[in-house]
Nanobody, 124 residues
Framework: QVRLLESGGGLVQAGDSLRLSCVAS????????LSWFRQAPGKEREFVAG????????YYSDSVKGNFTISRDNAKDTVYLQMDNLTPGDTAIYYC?????????????????WGQGTQVTVSS
């Protein structure tokens, strides 16, 4: 059974940093492209950052580019999202997702596996 488990969310102040982690089990981690999505209250879930099978292929939404960094550790079956200079606009539930069907994908429909999410709240 495939499982993605996020952690690292919390309540922080504007300008602070957080690092989210997502540990995968039940899948051939190295074969999957991974991404982070987020869903703010009253809004649709949106793509945040993605990383391909190799660690040098990363891509970001315009809203987080320069402040967020995605990385992966294949030895630990874990993907990370380092979030710096957080703002209240980053408040959302953050989900990790995995796909074997694409190297690069920003649409949810490409992803086969999802975590339950971790809450990030940024106060002003």
């Amino acid at each position: 059974q495939v499982r993605l488990l996020e952690s690292g969310g919390g309540l922080v102040q504007a300008g602070d940093s957080l690092r989210l982690s997502c540990v995968a089990s039940g899948l051939a981690f190295r074969s999957y492209a991974l991404s982070w999505f987020r869903q703010a209250p009253g809004k649709e879930r949106e793509f945040v950052a993605g990383i391909g099978w190799t660690t040098d292929m990363t891509y970001y939404s315009d809203s987080v580019k320069g402040n967020f960094t995605i990385s992966r550790d294949n030895a630990k079956d874990t993907v990370y999202l380092q979030m710096d200079n957080l703002t209240p606009g980053d408040t959302a539930i953050y989900y990790c997702a995995a796909t074997i069907r694409a190297f690069y994908a920003i649409k949810e429909s490409w992803y086969d596996h999802w975590g339950q999410g971790t809450q990030v709240t940024v106060s002003s």
